[in-house]
């Protein structure tokens, strides 16, 4: 059991550039989603998903886009990279329902540069 | 709006101080609490959480928060601290479809 994976840890991009961050969890979790770290600022949700087929926008979605095609994975697409997305990006699972909360699982983090 | 309040950027603590890291929240409707942990270079961790009950809550590693309603508080406490939990402490409280609303975030230092 692997837990919530993502992938690269790693990545520097230029202006403009567009990448894929991976995730893909083994829970069978409904509920997926993504933040974005920085200094001062703690976790801000940027999307999330309550099931294959389902997305939604969180608190700062601008410049990023998402699918959920399977329920293991959730990839965040970066579609014309900026400085301000220099971010270290965290994606998180859990299962879902109305009632009651569900603890999160988050995975490794991806920490990415764009110059 | 929801919000969460960590007025503590940075605390630093001998071995066996005692803490208590502030958390204040405000959100309009049935309020679930987490109190989550990310020690140097990992990932972020359940320390504990609140749903509902005792509002007295016994997490991980000898830690507990106090859930007071009339001060709209959810405070991290531990007796005696160790080097160990030198780390970032985030305070959050779940917003719908089980999203999680952050604080900005405690850094600990202990020193040995």
Not at chain 1, 81 to 90: C, D, E, N
Not at chain 2, 47 to 71: Q, T
């Amino acid at each position: 059991n692997a837990g919530v994976t993502q992938t690269p840890k790693f990545q520097v991009l230029k202006t403009g550039q567009s990448m894929t961050l991976q995730c893909a969890q083994d829970m069978n979790h409904e509920y997926m989603s993504w933040y974005r770290q920085d200094p001062g600022m703690g976790l801000r949700l940027i999307h999330y998903s309550v099931g294959a087929g389902i997305t939604d926008q969180g608190e700062v979605p601008n410049g990023y886009n998402v699918s959920r095609s399977t329920t293991e994975d959730f990839p965040l697409r970066l579609l014309s990279a900026a400085p301000s997305q220099t971010s270290v990006y965290f994606c998180a699972s859990s299962y879902w329902g109305k009632s009651p909360s569900y603890e999160q699982y988050f995975g490794p983090g991806t920490r990415l540069t764009v110059t | 709006a929801q919000s969460v309040s960590q007025h503590n950027h940075h605390v630093i603590l001998s071995e066996a101080a005692s803490l208590e890291l502030g958390c204040n929240y405000s959100y309009g409707g049935t309020v679930n609490l987490f109190w989550y942990v990310q020690y140097p270079g990992q990932h972020l961790q359940l320390l504990l959480k609140y749903f509902s009950g005792d509002p007295l809550v016994k997490g991980i590693k000898g830690f507990e928060a106090e859930f007071i309603k009339s001060k709209f508080s959810f405070n991290l406490r531990k007796p005696s601290v160790q080097w160990s939990d030198t780390a970032e402490y985030f305070c959050a409280v779940i917003t719908g479809a089980n999203n999680l609303f952050f604080g900005t975030g405690t850094r600990l230092t202990v020193i040995p």
